[in-house]
């Protein structure tokens, strides 16, 4: 999206802070980011696990400014923190929190922006309960994690916001299979045992012994992509894909049927959004929050986690009835168009991340232990971290 030139003095700030992971995190943020009004000044804080195992996100976001963090694990806990808070200006504005790195810097250190946490899903959830002293505003993408914040949070109900994720709708869409053609199913996510990947070649299996034809596509990559590529059957139709770009993710998307995530651990899946957009049907893990909220009988199918055989029968009922796909397809995509449209979406962030002047509270600062024994405040980060090496 391209922005309009403007005074830098009439500039409302918002900082981001994101993990460089790929996800659904990441992706939520570029997507609010790109929709930004242009009278907005935007930065991302990038947090780069230096051991980290989970595969990175490797963004470019479209800022004015984007710093690369490296987190040391090796180092002090509380050095760390002390280098991240020097990355903040001590000026208004917004501060965007996903992970726990910057919720434990602000326990240690007063800021002067006011602070939104995105709560993802339970991950976040225990986040907010430990440092929701720091937060001004909490918002959540699904009915689920709102009810839970109330429940930690009672008092704090005009803190509390549900606002919908939002995806761009591409033009592009599905077409209608033949039917006598293998249906076309696909994986998108993370390649990591939580998102269920060492159910799909299981759920192959059923379906090779029951003679239905079909072909799978993966798209991904994660720390578990080797184990899950040797898992499956060299009679099974599948192909391992790594698009660059997101585009090019929609439009590999758009060449399949049926998204298939028999995942373990979700919020409200970006990927369960984008499939959505063009026309795939989702038959996904029923778990409380975004999932169940979405996947309705007339979107999908939503099933009870590890039932690999119920999966696979709701494969099979798609491939009977292509008609039935069809109606499916053509309601999922109108679902996000209606509802989950980021154009629209991406505003009621903004109303709220803008307003941030009337958000803000006084805010008293635990400060939470933080590490191991080697991670003290009065301990010299050279000493953290020759300590640590001779120890590994």
């Not at 002390?82 to 200006?89: E, G, M, S, V, W």
């Not at 919720?103 to 993802?120: E, G, N, P």
């Amino acid at each position: 999206m391209a922005k309009i030139a403007i005074d830098s003095n009439s500039l409302k700030k918002i900082t981001y802070f994101i993990d460089d992971k790929l996800g659904g995190v990441s992706s939520l943020n570029l997507n609010l980011i790109k929709h930004a009004p242009a009278d907005v000044h935007q930065e991302v804080i990038s947090i780069v696990e230096s051991n980290g195992t989970l595969s990175k996100a490797n963004i470019k976001y479209p800022v004015e400014k984007q710093i690369e963090f490296i987190n040391h694990q090796s180092h002090n806990a509380y050095a760390t923190i002390k280098k991240l808070r020097a990355l903040i200006q001590n000026e208004d504005g917004a501060l965007i929190l996903n992970y726990g790195t910057e919720m434990a810097m602000l326990d240690h250190f007063l800021v002067s922006q006011t602070t939104f946490q995105l709560v993802h899903d339970e991950y976040n959830l225990r986040l907010a309960k430990d440092y929701g002293h720091i937060v001004d505003v909490f918002i959540c993408h699904n009915a689920f994690i709102k009810a839970q914040l109330l429940l930690l949070y009672p008092n704090r109900k005009n803190d509390i916001h549900f606002l919908h994720h939002g995806v761009e709708v591409p033009q592009f869409f599905r077409k209608k299979v033949s039917d006598i053609a293998p249906l076309r199913l696909l994986f998108l996510g993370r390649l990591t045992k939580s998102k269920g990947i060492f159910d799909l070649p299981v759920i192959a299996s059923i379906l090779r012994e029951k003679g239905v034809s079909v072909k799978w596509t993966c798209i991904g990559s994660g720390p578990e992509e080797s184990e899950f590529k040797s898992c499956w059957n060299n009679l099974d139709s599948v192909e391992f894909i790594s698009p660059k770009t997101n585009e090019e993710v929609l439009k590999i998307a758009a060449q399949h049927d049926v998204f298939v995530l028999p995942t373990k651990f979700e919020g409200t899946p970006v990927s369960l959004l984008e499939t959505m957009s063009v026309g795939l049907v989702p038959i996904i893990t029923s778990l409380n929050g975004g999932i169940q909220e979405i996947v309705s009988t007339d979107i999908g199918y939503a099933l009870p986690i590890d039932d690999n055989e119920a999966f696979a029968n709701a494969i099979i009922e798609l491939n009977e009835n292509r008609d039935k796909l069809e109606t499916l397809s053509i309601s999922c995509r109108q679902k996000i168009i209606d509802h989950f449209n980021l154009e629209n979406t991406a505003k009621s962030y903004f109303s709220l991340f803008l307003n941030y002047a009337n958000f803000k509270k006084e805010k008293k600062i635990k400060k939470r232990k933080l590490g191991s024994t080697l991670d003290q405040p009065f301990l010299p980060n050279f000493f953290s971290r020759v300590l640590r090496m001779l120890m590994s």
